[in-house]
């Protein structure tokens, strides 16, 4: 892993900050976080102000909880996709069924508790659509919608082929044994044609919120043939 990108683990979220001219943030965890997330920018010696940029990957409780508290850390913008914003500023939760045996057995257990997560509410800066460059952050690459686990659902695709996918890939365990699509989706239809478009544009790595970073190798690759 380059120092260009940082990964910030707020408990099950891994979240990232990407260096540019300026820092974004990939995401910004469960809620009752932002105190962790302040220590991790000192111990890395982060002014949080150089933060200009959240990046939502899309509007599920264990990424959009801390939001509040790292905006109003760092000042920074939040950009969430037009479809999941109700999420960030009603703090509405719309969850994802499970599309996998395990996934339904976890919705199941999950189900149970999230309904009493609070999650704080915040304003959507930007509104996403289709794609957004970010080389106004001195960035180069751009925020892409790739629906599916949600209907929200973006990744951030730099030009060097690195894609911060949110939950259009997992690679942790209980979740999965092995990296690869998502254990819960809106449209896993979606999900699919999504990676395909990733793939065609040069995705490489993958940056999953839940679990470490790995290649597209064998794990995705497949996708790409699918349906030429
Ligand atoms: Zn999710
Ligand atoms: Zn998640």
Same mark, same amino acid.
């Given at each position: 892993?380059?120092?260009?990108?940082? #990964? %910030?683990? $707020?408990?099950?979220?891994?979240?990232?900050?990407?260096?540019?001219?300026?820092? %974004?943030?990939?995401?910004?965890?469960? #809620?009752?976080?932002?105190?962790?997330?302040?220590?991790? $920018?000192?111990?890395?010696?982060?002014?949080?102000?150089?933060?200009?940029?959240? @990046?939502?990957?899309?509007?599920?409780?264990?990424?959009?909880?801390?939001?509040?508290? %790292?905006?109003?850390?760092?000042?920074?913008?939040?950009?969430?996709?037009?479809?999941?914003?109700?999420?960030?500023?009603?703090?509405?939760?719309?969850?994802?069924?499970?599309?996998?045996?395990?996934?339904?057995? +976890?919705?199941? +257990?999950?189900?149970?508790?999230?309904?009493?997560?609070?999650? #704080?509410?915040?304003?959507?800066?930007?509104?996403?659509?289709?794609?957004?460059?970010?080389?106004?952050?001195?960035?180069?690459?751009?925020?892409?919608?790739?629906?599916?686990?949600?209907?929200?659902?973006?990744?951030?695709?730099?030009?060097?082929?690195?894609?911060?996918?949110?939950?259009?890939? +997992?690679?942790?365990?209980?979740?999965?044994?092995?990296?690869?699509?998502?254990?819960?989706?809106?449209?896993?239809?979606?999900?699919?044609?999504?990676?395909? +478009? $990733?793939?065609?544009?040069?995705?490489?790595? @993958?940056?999953?919120?839940?679990?470490?970073?790995?290649?597209?190798?064998?794990?995705?690759?497949?996708?790409?043939?699918?349906?030429?």
């Amino acid at each position: 892993m380059n120092n260009r990108i940082i #990964p %910030i683990v $707020l408990r099950i979220t891994r979240c990232y900050l990407i260096r540019g001219d300026n820092l %974004i943030l990939i995401d910004g965890g469960m #809620p009752n976080k932002g105190d962790v997330f302040r220590k991790a $920018l000192s111990k890395l010696s982060i002014d949080p102000r150089e933060i200009k940029l959240i @990046v939502i990957t899309h509007g599920h409780w264990d990424h959009i909880g801390s939001v509040r508290d %790292i905006r109003e850390l760092t000042g920074a913008r939040t950009a969430i996709h037009e479809l999941d914003r109700g999420c960030l500023e009603k703090g509405k939760e719309r969850r994802a069924p499970g599309v996998t045996r395990c996934g339904r057995f +976890m919705t199941g +257990m999950i189900g149970s508790f999230s309904g009493r997560i609070r999650i #704080p509410i915040t304003d959507a800066d930007i509104t996403l659509g289709d794609e957004f460059q970010l080389a106004q952050f001195g960035i180069d690459g751009s925020i892409i919608h790739t629906p599916g686990h949600t209907l929200g659902s973006v990744s951030v695709l730099l030009e060097t082929g690195e894609a911060f996918v949110g939950d259009l890939a +997992m690679n942790m365990f209980p979740l999965t044994v092995r990296p690869g699509l998502p254990i819960f989706a809106e449209d896993l239809q979606k999900v699919k044609e999504s990676w395909k +478009m $990733l793939l065609n544009r040069g995705a490489k790595t @993958v940056y999953p919120a839940h679990g470490k970073p790995f290649g597209v190798g064998r794990h995705l690759r497949h996708l790409q043939k699918k349906g030429g």
